[in-house]
């Protein structure tokens, strides 16, 4: 798993590539923008190839803990493998979901300026 | 132009309670599913591109619809959240929304249109804005029009609200009556008012009166008599002697002998009064059942691995169990009771014993971990009411008399798949495994994930 964070304002985008599963998601929970829970990020899973209830878990527990702190988690450019999964587990009625990146991050900028 | 479909569960709820077995985007009126007539509008109106999104599951509906190719359109799927506005739906379709014009419909409503028109026109030049509505429906249109034109003529549609069994009876009965002169219908016939699937075997004493549409592999046995007003389903048999006027048989449905169908719904072994919204289910399978289709051979592989895990373990837990029950029991450590529960399949229950292992001393510790009190779950195993991993058993309550649709794929156990997995911290977690596990766990699988839950409990 390739995990690349790039700043757009005060939103980190976290583009994740490869797999999500038990063996990369302690990876993915050291990443800095994941592990500070004040900071909101757009998760980019355009190029994740595979995701499990593992990597879902680490995706549920970042979202519950930086909302704790207010800032947000949101996901842009699900594949349809990933939007699958997503949907089978009811994990999207928790997320925020956009097809592009850009929007995203609009969307988090404003939802973290009303706080 | 492209068009944005936007449904929410809650606007197609009372189709989950109604017709549990049908997926409510998938909810065949006139045997042309739902979700098809929007697309054929859209089509109508110009579109190429098409996206639906719920906050709903769209497996069935991904896998019925596909990516379009079958109407020459590009067909996506997406999310959306129950209480996302418009600018919000738009804002998370960016990428998609990048024509000038989008078409959004919104609700769980019917579009009366016509074939014959050219709503493509329309379309263009149309102000931006809402342009039909109705209660739980309206469709709107985003972006300037492609032309301004100086008097507009009304739009030439209306929409219904599809918000109950009556309406929906109401609706599919006057696109039969209607037919094929207004919308695209399934099925074959050489004169008007009667379209006929493939695979019917319609035998030579029964009577077909117009208007009626029949579906796919279906048996019209002697003497019966179908219409006028009959909508009969895929899969569906019709008896000797039987009559079905002004009624809907949906798909999956066996009419026994001498019945007569008049102005009802039929669905499985349940009868349907589309006036009062009551119905009734036939106990008898002779009167009214529903035709199942025989268990894959995965899920008989998977029954017969789960037997075998449990005769295992029920061999392994059965000394620790007799010495340590009459002791736990002795020092009231042990308590039992029993609870109704949901069974896997609709309108199932039954009676599970339940332990409680109170105290922490050392013999309630050692019962605990060795799971001593999933044994008497263990022995349902056998009986087919449980398996030995899968969806927590759901309590039958006031609230939750039929199974939530959330509990999709449900397959109660002795062991969830929550309790094999160590992240999930409250239910709603829990829930998210069960049905990840649920779609994509294998028998191999199932006995690691029994492994972990137990390992988790030492």
Same mark, same amino acid.
């Given at each position: 798993?390739?995990?690349?964070? !790039?700043? &757009?304002?005060?939103? !980190?985008?976290?583009?994740?590539?490869?797999?999500?599963?038990?063996?990369?998601?302690?990876?993915?929970?050291?990443?800095?923008?994941?592990?500070?829970?004040?900071?909101?990020?757009?998760?980019?899973?355009?190029?994740?190839?595979?995701?499990?209830?593992?990597?879902?878990?680490?995706?549920?527990? !970042?979202?519950?803990?930086?909302?704790?702190?207010?800032?947000?988690?949101?996901?842009?450019?699900?594949?349809?493998?990933?939007?699958?999964?997503?949907?089978?587990?009811?994990?999207?009625?928790?997320?925020?979901?956009?097809?592009?990146? &850009?929007?995203?991050?609009?969307?988090?900028?404003?939802?973290?300026?009303?706080? | 132009?492209?068009?944005?479909?936007?449904?929410?569960?809650?606007?197609?709820?009372?189709?989950?309670?109604?017709?549990?077995?049908?997926?409510?985007?998938?909810?065949?009126?006139?045997?042309?599913?739902?979700?098809?007539?929007?697309?054929?509008? @859209?089509?109508?109106?110009?579109?190429?591109?098409?996206?639906?999104?719920?906050?709903?599951?769209?497996?069935?509906?991904?896998?019925?619809?596909?990516? %379009?190719?079958?109407?020459?359109?590009?067909?996506?799927?997406?999310?959306?959240?129950?209480?996302?506005?418009?600018?919000?739906?738009?804002?998370?379709?960016?990428?998609?929304?990048?024509?000038?014009?989008?078409?959004?419909?919104?609700?769980?409503?019917?579009?009366?249109?016509?074939?014959?028109?050219?709503?493509?026109?329309?379309?263009?030049?149309?102000?931006?804005?809402?342009?039909?509505?109705?209660?739980?429906?309206?469709?709107?249109?985003?972006?300037?029009?492609?032309?301004?034109?100086?008097?507009?003529?009304?739009?030439?549609?209306?929409?219904?609200?599809?918000?109950?069994?009556?309406?929906?009876?109401?609706?599919?009965?006057?696109?039969?009556?209607?037919?094929?002169?207004?919308?695209?219908?399934? %099925?074959? $016939?050489?004169?008007?008012?009667?379209?006929?699937?493939?695979?019917?075997?319609?035998?030579?004493?029964?009577?077909?009166?117009?208007?009626?549409?029949?579906?796919?592999?279906?048996?019209?046995?002697?003497?019966?008599?179908? %219409?006028?007003?009959?909508?009969?389903?895929?899969?569906?048999?019709?008896?000797?002697?039987?009559?079905?006027?002004?009624?809907?048989?949906?798909?999956?449905?066996?009419?026994?002998?001498?019945?007569?169908?008049?102005?009802?719904?039929?669905? $499985?072994?349940?009868?349907?009064?589309?006036?009062?919204?009551?119905?009734?289910?036939?106990?008898?399978?002779?009167?009214?059942?529903?035709?199942?289709? @025989?268990?894959?051979?995965?899920?008989?592989?998977?029954?017969?691995?789960?037997?075998?895990?449990?005769?295992?373990?029920?061999?392994?837990?059965?000394?620790?169990?007799?010495?340590?029950?009459?002791?736990?029991?002795?020092?009231?450590?042990?308590?039992?009771?029993?609870?109704?529960?949901?069974?896997?399949?609709?309108?199932?229950?039954?009676?599970?014993?339940?332990?409680?292992?109170?105290?922490?001393?050392?013999?309630?510790?050692?019962?605990?971990?060795?799971?001593?009190?999933?044994?008497?779950?263990?022995?349902?195993?056998?009986?087919?009411?449980?398996?030995?991993?899968?969806?927590?058993?759901?309590?039958?309550?006031?609230?939750?008399?039929?199974?939530?649709?959330?509990?999709?794929?449900?397959?109660?156990?002795?062991?969830?798949?929550?309790?094999?997995?160590?992240?999930?911290?409250?239910?709603?977690?829990?829930?998210?495994?069960?049905?990840?596990?649920?779609?994509?766990?294998?028998?191999?699988?199932?006995?690691?994930?029994?492994?972990?839950?137990?390992?988790?409990?030492?």
């Amino acid at each position: 798993m390739n995990i690349s964070e !790039t700043q &757009a304002g005060s939103i !980190t985008i976290v583009a994740i590539t490869g797999t999500l599963d038990a063996s990369t998601t302690k990876e993915l929970l050291k990443s800095p923008a994941i592990s500070n829970p004040a900071q909101s990020v757009v998760m980019d899973l355009e190029h994740l190839d595979f995701l499990d209830s593992s990597g879902l878990g680490a995706l549920i527990g !970042t979202l519950r803990k930086k909302r704790e702190r207010s800032a947000e988690t949101l996901i842009s450019c699900m594949n349809d493998r990933v939007r699958r999964v997503f949907e089978i587990t009811n994990a999207h009625r928790i997320f925020h979901i956009f097809d592009d990146t &850009a929007a995203a991050v609009d969307y988090a900028t404003q939802l973290t300026a009303r706080i | 132009m492209k068009t944005l479909l936007a449904i929410r569960e809650r606007e197609y709820e009372w189709v989950q309670q109604a017709f549990p077995s049908i997926h409510p985007l998938l909810l065949p009126i006139c045997n042309k599913p739902f979700t098809e007539f929007l697309i054929d509008f @859209a089509i109508l109106a110009g579109s190429t591109e098409i996206r639906l999104l719920s906050d709903g599951p769209l497996g069935k509906v991904e896998d019925y619809c596909e990516d %379009g190719s079958r109407w020459g359109i590009k067909l996506s799927y997406g999310h959306l959240q129950a209480e996302d506005s418009l600018p919000e739906l738009l804002n998370k379709s960016r990428k998609f929304c990048t024509d000038d014009r989008i078409m959004i419909i919104s609700g769980f409503s019917f579009i009366h249109y016509d074939k014959q028109l050219g709503y493509a026109n329309f379309m263009s030049l149309m102000p931006a804005g809402t342009c039909a509505s109705c209660p739980g429906g309206n469709i709107t249109l985003a972006g300037p029009p492609e032309t301004s034109a100086q008097e507009l003529p009304a739009l030439p549609l209306t929409l219904m609200p599809l918000n109950q069994i009556e309406s929906y009876f109401r609706i599919s009965m006057e696109t039969l009556e209607t037919g094929a002169a207004r919308y695209v219908l399934p %099925g074959y $016939g050489n004169e008007p008012g009667c379209a006929i699937g493939r695979n019917v075997v319609i035998s030579k004493s029964s009577e077909i009166i117009k208007p009626v549409s029949i579906g796919n592999n279906v048996q019209i046995l002697s003497g019966a008599v179908i %219409g006028p007003g009959a909508i009969i389903g895929n899969n569906v048999i019709v008896d000797k002697e039987s009559t079905v006027k002004s009624g809907i048989i949906l798909d999956n449905t066996y009419i026994g002998e001498h019945l007569e169908i008049n102005g009802r719904i039929a669905t $499985g072994n349940t009868l349907i009064d589309p006036a009062r919204g009551a119905s009734i289910a036939m106990e008898d399978p002779h009167l009214l059942s529903g035709i199942r289709s @025989a268990d894959k051979r995965g899920s008989a592989i998977r029954k017969t691995v789960h037997l075998l895990a449990a005769a295992i373990l029920v061999a392994l837990q059965l000394i620790p169990f007799l010495l340590l029950f009459p002791l736990l029991k002795l020092l009231g450590r042990w308590k039992s009771g029993m609870a109704i529960c949901h069974g896997a399949g609709h309108g199932k229950s039954f009676t599970l014993p339940t332990t409680l292992i109170t105290g922490n001393g050392p013999l309630a510790s050692l019962a605990s971990s060795l799971s001593l009190d999933r044994l008497p779950l263990l022995l349902r195993i056998f009986t087919g009411q449980l398996a030995i991993i899968g969806s927590t058993p759901v309590p039958v309550t006031l609230e939750t008399v039929v199974l939530p649709g959330e509990h999709q794929g449900y397959r109660p156990a002795v062991f969830s798949y929550a309790e094999a997995e160590e992240w999930p911290v409250n239910d709603s977690d829990a829930a998210i495994v069960e049905r990840y596990f649920i779609v994509h766990s294998t028998p191999l699988k199932d006995i690691s994930m029994t492994l972990k839950a137990l390992l988790n409990r030492l």
